[in-house]
């Protein structure tokens, strides 16, 4: 018997601990708020229903509605309430309301990609207080009051199910409902505050019941989807009239365009041959011909060169069709630029006396050395101070002139001023009153 002792009375206080554990269960807090009201069943839902639209809401704060133990508090902002209510008839005279509160917030993690909205753990002051109003709506339309005792539910199913119902903001009440509504157990009604908990990943919509509290708030998101769309209707038109504008533009298909700065310009398509002039980055020059090396490129006028294919940018799809009706075949320029160099002016013209100038030496481009044309020279000359003030003004603003001289069998120099280049390149000068004050040696030279 002695052996035995200990065993008797350890039997003993568990047979005395458990009628107490059983009698007074935990209270779980996950399961809402329950109160027993001394009216019937139908007086009772027509009271939720009068209050249904203050059961989901905003939340000013979070203190005193949520019940956790974390200290970041501040990391959680617009909180919202939801609550299902669950309507029992115990009696003819006798009905049990249970309220479930969900709360939901939006939490700001350090890290952005673990911020959302998140379900907070109810303390029990929204059921209760919506238990309050019930009771205070009965109270005022007359009757028995209801009964004192308020408890969490503890899910025991003591009710019967053919006389319950739930009411919840968005369905109103559903009769005769056999179970409680499933309170949500995703991972993320499942994390805690303190914790790495899941957020949500699609719509908050979609994740979170956030009906508008009132018809002003359905007509406000009216407006601004009406706004939206409208706004993406006239977005819609703007980009329509910029493809149709887009398709209506015209590009040249014959317009080559240099890549770099400093690409020479060739009097022939030979790298050992003179160089005209060096061209800038995005220069622009109509294609005469194109070959697997060189590019045969209009200058000015009558003046021609030739550009390594790879120091170009070609338009997509280029053709060059040398026999078309309407296209005559450039005349070949009976000159030919021999060298170039930049000097002091030596001769005897005065506009240049002592001034830096580009001298620009030509020779006939045939071995015949036969006498060209007066025109010939001119528009040769022409094409040759053209492109030697486009050189000068955008790479040497120090030179103050050009001089030309013809090395051939009849001769002949031709001198002009930056500045008189200039103002005739800008419209301000005619070319005829450009000529007149150029050097011309022999005057005749320039004679059609």
């Keep these: 018997m002695k052996n035995n002792l200990p065993i008797f009375l350890l039997a003993c206080a568990i047979l005395w601990i458990l009628p107490l554990s059983l009698a007074n269960p935990a209270p779980d807090q996950g399961h809402g708020e329950e109160r027993v009201f001394h009216h019937p069943k139908v007086e009772v839902e027509k009271v939720i229903q009068e209050l249904h639209a203050t059961l989901n809401g905003r939340l000013p704060i979070l203190d005193g509605f949520v019940d956790h133990a974390d200290e970041q508090r501040d990391r959680f902002t617009r909180g919202y309430f939801e609550c299902a209510v669950q309507v029992v008839a115990n009696g003819q005279d006798e009905t049990r309301v249970r309220v479930t509160a969900k709360i939901t917030a939006w939490y700001t993690d350090s890290n952005p990609s673990q911020s959302g909205y998140r379900v907070l753990l109810s303390n029990g002051r929204v059921e209760s207080d919506l238990l309050d109003r019930i009771e205070e709506a009965l109270a005022a339309k007359g009757g028995v009051s209801a009964a004192p005792q308020s408890s969490r539910s503890n899910g025991s199913g003591r009710e019967s199910p053919a006389h319950s119902s739930t009411i919840s903001p968005m369905t109103g009440i559903r009769p005769d409902t056999s179970n409680l509504p499933a309170v949500d157990s995703s991972p993320l009604v499942r994390g805690k505050l303190s914790g790495a908990s899941p957020k949500f990943t699609g719509s908050p919509v979609a994740s979170v019941i956030a009906s508008p509290n009132s018809s002003e708030d359905i007509e406000s998101l009216k407006h601004r989807r009406e706004d939206a769309e409208k706004k993406l209707s006239d977005l819609n038109g703007v980009v329509q009239n910029l493809e149709e504008i887009l398709r209506s533009q015209t590009h ?34 109509q294609v005469l011909d194109n070959g697997p090396d060189w590019i045969h490129v209009q200058i000015s006028g009558a003046s021609r060169g030739w550009i390594r294919r790879s120091d170009l940018n070609l338009p997509d799809g280029l053709i060059v069709n040398a026999n078309r009706a309407d296209a005559a075949p450039a005349p070949e320029s009976p000159f030919q630029v021999v060298r170039e160099e930049t000097n002091i002016y030596k001769g005897h013209w005065e506009p240049l006396t002592g001034k830096t100038v580009k001298i620009i030496w030509t020779g006939p481009a045939s071995a015949q050395g036969k006498p060209a044309p007066a025109l010939a020279k001119r528009n040769f000359a022409k094409s040759l101070l053209v492109t030697a003030y486009r050189e000068i003004s955008s790479h040497d603003p120090a030179v103050g002139g050009v001089v030309i001289v013809f090395d051939s069998a009849d001769g002949g120099q031709i001198a002009a001023t930056l500045e008189n ?8 000068l005619a070319e005829a009153s450009f000529w007149k004050l150029c050097s011309v040696d022999p005057p005749e030279m320039f004679d059609r």
């Design 421 to 428: 280049l200039k103002q005739w390149q800008s419209g301000s």
């Design 252 to 285: 040249p298909t014959d317009i080559a365009v240099v890549r770099k700065s400093g690409t020479r310009v060739m009097s022939k398509p030979s790298a050992n041959g003179p160089v005209l002039f060096s061209a800038d980055s995005e220069d622009e020059f």
